[in-house]
């Protein structure tokens, strides 16, 4: 089958290791289906993995990809959650030590067809394309779960999202909109600050920024550039929800003063669960709102969307079609 893989590693030059090529069809083993790829999108998961972050070399060749939607082998339409977890756990899968994400142990989603447990298929409602569903299983999950489980946050309530040009941070804004919430933002970028109020930002501000208000919670995906600022935005007894460290994990200062004279809350989130993926299929289609796509392009075109983005030469999704 045509398919999208990864043939080697290289921290310099991640799209050398990049094949646009054939692979053999997968057989699903026992409770395991197969779907019939219809949208993809891509991720910085899958250009870390070009560099070899999170696979090994015995795990080469190895399908790109996380997301996708397509058709099951009923002809239904099907979001695909993308954290497998171990057949023996039960519960929250995110929790699970031995789960992992399509393309780490298992053959991802760019390609004819992919193979996942039954219980990973999400219906697709009519009213979402197959583009617009292939770019919720990684990015917006991930931002679901940080606002609403692990930030608990409910309509009325005030958040800041850092970082706003990032893939997550563009989910965290139109979600929390969706949801109800007031949204600040804050970018470097000027640019992106205008293009962060278009996608649902009530305000926004450069980074580090004073903000008017503090905030019941802050999302954060940029670590160390950012910290400082999120835990003095915060109001007494906020949550920092951090599931990302883009500018590197390393503090110089913590803030842990404020952190335990204010009684903040720090909490780490990691993409979502099968539920948490429906529920946020059920918000959009409920709200009409919809993932911000940068581009669509052909999946034979795949090498333009990775080069695209290791440029940094986006705002919102690349998909792949097949
Ligand atoms: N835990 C999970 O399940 C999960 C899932 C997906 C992603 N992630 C992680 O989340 C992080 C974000 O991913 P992403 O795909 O959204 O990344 P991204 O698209 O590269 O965005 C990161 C954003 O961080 C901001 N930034 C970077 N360096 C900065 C600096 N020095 N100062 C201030 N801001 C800076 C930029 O915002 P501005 O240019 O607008 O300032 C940039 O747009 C990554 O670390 C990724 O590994 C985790």
């Known amino acids: 089958m045509f398919a999208v893989y990864a043939e080697s590693f290289s921290s310099d030059d991640p799209l050398s290791g990049l094949v646009v090529g054939e692979r053999p069809d ?43 939607a397509g058709l ?23 929790l699970d030590p031995r789960r992992s994400l399509l393309s780490e ?4 989603t760019f390609a004819d ?46 958040v800041l999202v850092q970082g706003a040009g990032g893939g997550v941070a563009t989910a965290l804004i139109t979600l929390a909109r969706a949801g109800g919430l007031t949204v600040l933002a804050t970018s470097r970028d000027e640019a992106k600050r205008q293009r962060a109020l278009e996608i649902g930002a009530h ?20 670590g160390r550039a950012t910290w400082s600022h999120s835990i003095r935005s915060l109001r007494p007894g ?3 929800v951090i ?9 110089d200062d913590a803030e842990l003063t404020r952190i335990f004279f204010l009684q903040l809350q720090v909490i780490g989130s990691t993409m979502g669960t099968r539920a948490e993926l429906a529920s946020l299929v059920n918000l959009l289609d409920a709200t009409g709102t919809r993932p911000l796509v940068d581009r669509t392009l ?3 075109d795949a090498r333009d969307g990775f080069a695209a983005m290791a440029a940094g030469d986006v705002f919102g999704k690349i998909v792949f079609e097949r």
């Not at 980074?207 to 940029?222: H, I, Y």
């Not at 599931?243 to 503090?251: A, C, H, I, R, V």
Request: proline share 9%.
């Open 26 to 68: 997968p057989t699903p083993p026992d409770g395991w289906t197969t779907v019939t790829v219809k949208a993809a999108s891509l991720n910085h998961h899958d250009l870390w993995s070009l560099r070899g972050v999170g696979l090994k070399d015995d795990a080469l060749p190895m399908i790109l990809g996380c997301d996708a």
């Open 72 to 94: 099951d082998e009923d002809g239904n339409e099907v979001v695909v959650h993308a954290v497998i977890s171990d057949p023996a756990w039960s519960g929250d899968e995110t």
């Open 105 to 108: 142990r298992h053959q991802g």
């Open 113 to 158: 067809q992919v193979v996942v447990p039954r219980g990973n298929l999400v219906p697709k409602p009519a009213s979402m394309s197959f583009a617009e569903a292939a770019c919720l299983p990684t990015a917006w999950l991930t931002a679901y779960r940080m606002l609403f489980t692990q930030g608990g946050l409910k309509p009325g309530d005030t």
């Open 203 to 222: 305000q926004v501000f450069e980074s580090g920024a004073r903000l008017p208000v503090k905030v019941d919670a802050v999302m954060e995906t940029v």
């Open 238 to 240: 906020g949550k920092v």
């Open 243 to 251: 599931s990302g460290t883009t500018s590197g994990p390393q503090l």
């Open 298 to 300: 052909p999946m034979a």
